[in-house]
């Protein structure tokens, strides 16, 4: 969006119901000039001159003397809207042609076409959500699983903001008790505790980290639990992933090397989305392409949350960890395939090896579809993915939340080390601003016209 602050005075309009196919459309306006522009469009079966705050009216949309539509009309008078301006609501019969006839001819009457997110831009600048609250309808509206629409829904009620406006007040408290020192003669305020104000501080940081540990939970809610595929070429990895997601998604040859490039799939379960990727073979070749292919599995790890291992012979654990030593333990685990072959009843030897090492593991046939289930209810588990998801507590969700918690959670442990070294009040309280200045660029009460450009550039247009 451009010149936002400019063209807030605009009336704007846009259809904000998916096009296509459907008994109803609704056409949004917003702006001063909105009940202008309805009251010469919508005639009230009722034969009303005016429109009146919230009531339904149901009539025609007349243009230059032909009815372009049945209708419902409701008007939501400034500052009880969405977006604080005054707002019209047309609900039209669906399909294409009606309803883009009705927006052309709002277009024709004096309004704009509403660019991405300038619904929800409004709404934000005239006080009705907060920063939080727009990335909340954001992941909302782009949710692909129970848990994320759940998760979403939770901040969208402000239990993500309360969090913040927590953090904030124990900002303030604690800027104001060493302000006083800065402000006033020391003889006008309470004797100073220097170990009363550390533990201010203390709380301030245990409080911004607990909030911080919640964005691994958050992401994995929202952008769904990733699930990296690897083995040496031929053991099952490509037949596994077409058991998981029941389809033959993944060539699967015997032809080592088969697989060239990253192969994602995703699933729901139980309402939290898994995306798995399966992957070039690892092994020594001297085939261009398949190394770079084993590089980009490699390269993968990093952006995994579980990694499985799989592999069809038993063999020795150290021989396995050396091929595989790229991958951090926490987030291995050993799938034993081709069970049906060998037996489920009989026990491998690297299974003892694995419960020593504590590491997880499970034994399945993917040709044979035996155990993929299992392993598949597990990995939300394995992952903690399902941790507090049913509680209240807020998550974090975007990495713009994160990366200003970081750096707010930076200055105040700045102006801890300052205060306990001596320095100057005036330099400890300038670190605790610092900190009060990233929280509020969290929830938007510190303007910063790059972020509402990459954050309602995302919204979908008449949203």
């Given at each position: 969006?451009?010149?936002?602050?400019?063209?807030?005075?605009?009336?704007?309009?846009?259809?904000?119901t998916p096009s296509g196919a459907g008994s109803i459309s609704v056409i949004r306006i917003s702006g001063s000039d909105s009940k202008k522009i309805a009251l010469k469009l919508f005639k009230a079966s009722c034969n009303s001159e005016d429109l009146k705050h919230r009531m339904v009216y149901f009539g025609n949309l007349v243009h230059r003397g032909e009815i372009i539509d049945e209708s419902?009309?409701?008007?939501?008078?400034?500052?009880?809207?969405?977006?604080?301006?005054?707002?019209?609501?047309?609900?039209?019969?669906?399909?294409?042609?009606?309803?883009?006839?009705?927006?052309?001819?709002?277009?024709?009457?004096?309004?704009?076409?509403?660019?991405?997110?300038?619904?929800?831009?409004?709404?934000?600048?005239?006080?009705?959500?907060?920063?939080?609250?727009?990335?909340?309808?954001?992941?909302?509206?782009?949710?692909?699983?129970?848990?994320?629409?759940?998760?979403?829904?939770?901040?969208?009620?402000?239990?993500?903001?309360?969090?913040?406006?927590?953090?904030?007040?124990?900002?303030?408290?604690?800027?104001?008790?060493?302000?006083?020192?800065?402000?006033?003669?020391?003889?006008?305020?309470?004797?100073?505790?220097?170990?009363?104000?550390?533990?201010?501080?203390?709380?301030?940081?245990?409080?911004?980290?607990?909030?911080?540990?919640?964005?691994?939970?958050?992401?994995?809610?929202?952008?769904?639990?990733?699930?990296?595929?690897?083995?040496?070429?031929?053991?099952?990895?490509?037949?596994?992933?077409?058991?998981?997601?029941?389809?033959?998604?993944?060539?699967?040859?015997?032809?080592?090397?088969?697989?060239?490039?990253?192969?994602?799939?995703?699933?729901?379960?139980?309402?939290?989305?898994?995306?798995?990727?399966?992957?070039?073979?690892?092994?020594?070749?001297?085939?261009?392409?398949?190394?770079?292919?084993?590089?980009?599995?490699?390269?993968?790890?990093?952006?995994?949350?579980?990694?499985?291992?799989?592999?069809?012979?038993?063999?020795?654990?150290?021989?396995?960890?050396?091929?595989?030593?790229?991958?951090?333990?926490?987030?291995?685990?050993?799938?034993?395939?081709?069970?049906?072959?060998?037996?489920?009843?009989?026990?491998?030897?690297?299974?003892?090896?694995?419960?020593?090492?504590?590491?997880?593991?499970?034994?399945?046939?993917?040709?044979?579809?035996?155990?993929?289930?299992?392993?598949?209810?597990?990995?939300?588990?394995?992952?903690?993915?399902?941790?507090?998801?049913?509680?209240?507590?807020?998550?974090?969700?975007?990495?713009?939340?994160?990366?200003?918690?970081?750096?707010?959670?930076?200055?105040?442990?700045?102006?801890?080390?300052?205060?306990?070294?001596?320095?100057?009040?005036?330099?400890?309280?300038?670190?605790?601003?610092?900190?009060?200045?990233?929280?509020?660029?969290?929830?938007?009460?510190?303007?910063?016209?790059?972020?509402?450009?990459?954050?309602?550039?995302?919204?979908?247009?008449?949203?």
């Amino acid at each position: 969006m451009r010149n936002k602050i400019q063209l807030l005075n605009d009336t704007i309009c846009a259809i904000c119901t998916p096009s296509g196919a459907g008994s109803i459309s609704v056409i949004r306006i917003s702006g001063s000039d909105s009940k202008k522009i309805a009251l010469k469009l919508f005639k009230a079966s009722c034969n009303s001159e005016d429109l009146k705050h919230r009531m339904v009216y149901f009539g025609n949309l007349v243009h230059r003397g032909e009815i372009i539509d049945e209708s419902i009309c409701i008007f939501f008078s400034s500052p009880n809207s969405l977006t604080g301006q005054d707002v019209i609501e047309f609900h039209t019969h669906g399909g294409f042609v009606v309803p883009n006839t009705v927006l052309n001819t709002i277009v024709d009457l004096g309004a704009r076409i509403a660019e991405p997110g300038e619904f929800s831009y409004r709404s934000f600048i005239n006080g009705k959500i907060d920063l939080l609250k727009a990335e909340a309808i954001s992941t909302l509206i782009a949710s692909q699983s129970e848990a994320s629409a759940r998760c979403s829904t939770k901040n969208i009620s402000g239990a993500i903001t309360k969090k913040f406006n927590n953090l904030r007040q124990l900002g303030i408290n604690l800027l104001s008790e060493i302000e006083a020192r800065v402000d006033f003669p020391e003889e006008e305020i309470p004797q100073f505790d220097k170990n009363s104000i550390e533990e201010e501080f203390q709380n301030l940081i245990n409080q911004s980290n607990l909030l911080m540990q919640t964005y691994r939970r958050g992401r994995l809610i929202i952008d769904g639990l990733r699930v990296l595929i690897l083995g040496e070429p031929n053991v099952g990895k490509s037949t596994l992933l077409n058991s998981i997601i029941n389809e033959e998604k993944a060539i699967v040859t015997s032809t080592p090397g088969t697989t060239r490039d990253l192969l994602d799939a995703q699933i729901i379960v139980d309402g939290k989305k898994i995306v798995f990727s399966d992957t070039a073979g690892m092994r020594i070749t001297t085939n261009e392409i398949e190394n770079i292919g084993i590089q980009k599995a490699k390269d993968q790890v990093d952006y995994s949350d579980l990694v499985l291992i799989v592999m069809d012979s038993d063999i020795n654990i150290k021989l396995v960890d050396q091929k595989f030593d790229f991958i951090p333990r926490g987030k291995k685990i050993y799938i034993l395939n081709k069970c049906d072959i060998y037996g489920f009843d009989k026990k491998w030897k690297i299974e003892n090896e694995l419960i020593e090492e504590g590491v997880e593991y499970i034994k399945i046939s993917a040709k044979k579809n035996i155990n993929v289930d299992l392993l598949v209810e597990k990995l939300p588990e394995l992952s903690k993915m399902g941790d507090n998801l049913d509680s209240d507590e807020a998550l974090l969700t975007t990495e713009r939340q994160v990366r200003h918690l970081r750096k707010g959670i930076m200055s105040i442990q700045n102006s801890l080390k300052l205060f306990n070294d001596g320095s100057p009040m005036e330099i400890v309280s300038f670190e605790i601003r610092e900190f009060l200045n990233e929280i509020g660029k969290i929830t938007g009460e510190v303007s910063n016209e790059d972020i509402y450009d990459a954050l309602f550039s995302k919204f979908c247009i008449g949203k």
